[in-house]
């Protein structure tokens, strides 16, 4: 636990770190402000708390009670979503939403109010929570549901750790047959036929999301793959290895540039022979291709990298995300890695909730200076001209004045916040 973000950018200074292992020991005393922290898989400042205390919560990580037969799960704020799919998958069930990685706790899950491939079925990560507890600095103690400090919930949900220390939860969980997915993936050429193959996909399929090469231009503009998917009946079918590669150091240099990043994407999209191609796949490559690989934040060299998130209302999508990545492709910029997805009509429950219906494009930069924080703020123009949002757990330096466009109802939060309770991201867009 070294109280860093994901994205090692910004580089958090004087942030003291203590250790919660007790859920019904109160607060340790702390000097300053104070910030849970999970995991650490925030990208940006959001999980930081310069100047202050952190409070990590990964000893808080034992299971409390499991009722395997309506799918019931309390554990502590501090249990990794991996650590619960270890547990309930071969009981047959599974997490109703989950992000790209199960390196997640299940608090921080819940202060992001993560969303995952099904949005457009299952919402966001706070649906499928009963309830949990939420401990104050004061030392008070709310049980928050959707019954229960109703409004407590909405502000936690999606609070970014703000409102207290959520100290244990209880889940819903889905019920499925197996940890297989039956699967189509299609080879699409521009984003016209994504937005034609995602209306279709829809109707049928429980997970949908495509990556798109983000270097293509021209009349290749949008080209990707296209994945949809639906939990399988039981079968057998091929097993992930258990072998897990590790990025050993950090190179001087990030390993993602001009040149690297168009000859993987050209070689990806090639990849797939065929217009459409169908597998059974197990749920640990499907949902969490780069969790195979670890510490792989490093190939990005010592400065870092900067995800960016961001959503376009229906409306302004297409030609929304036509102009976000000809200015992408244009910087010479991107990711290997660069997700697009429509999310659903649901509302979330958080006041600030980052899902809202529209399309998602999600890609990580390589932090190169004030370069790439042009180039950010440049796709920061085109968002808010849209009418769209960026992702509050994936940003690192969107100014004040866009983050409270993105989220008008942001001060509706301000009563539910803990007066002691701080972090990195919150002083930058709100003093």
Partial sequence: MDGTSWGRYP????????????????????????????NGRSYGDSCLNSGGTLLCTRGLDRFIAFDAERGLLRCEAGVLLGEILDLVVGQGWFLPVTPGTKFVTVGGAIANDVHGKNHHVNGCFSEHVAGFELLRSDGSRRWCSADDNADWFAATAGGLGLTGLITWAELRLQRVRGPWLNGETHRFGNLAEFFALSAAAERDYEYTVAWIDCAARGAAAGRGH?????????????????????VPFTPPLSLINRASLRAFNTLYYHRQRTRV????????????????????????????FLQYQCVLPPAAAEAGMSELLARIAASGSGSFLAVLKVFGTRK??????????????ALDFPNDGPATFALLDALDAIVANAGGAVYPAKDARVSGARFRDYFPAWQTLQPYLDPKFSSSFWRRVTE
């Fill in 11 to 38: 580089q958090p200074h004087d942030q003291r770190l203590l250790m919660l292992r007790d859920r019904d020991a109160p607060l340790p005393d702390f000097a300053g402000t104070a910030l849970p922290h999970g």
């Fill in 226 to 246: 296209f994945m949809c998917a639906n939990h399988a009946p039981a079968a057998d079918g091929p097993r992930p290895s258990r072998r897990r590669l590790s």
């Fill in 277 to 304: 191609q169908q597998a059974l796949t197990h749920y640990e490559p499907y949902f969490y291709p780069l969790d195979a690989i670890g510490r792989w934040n490093r190939i990005y060299g010592p400065r870092g």
């Fill in 348 to 361: 979330s429950a958080g006041i600030l909730s980052f899902p809202r219906p529209g399309t998602t494009l």
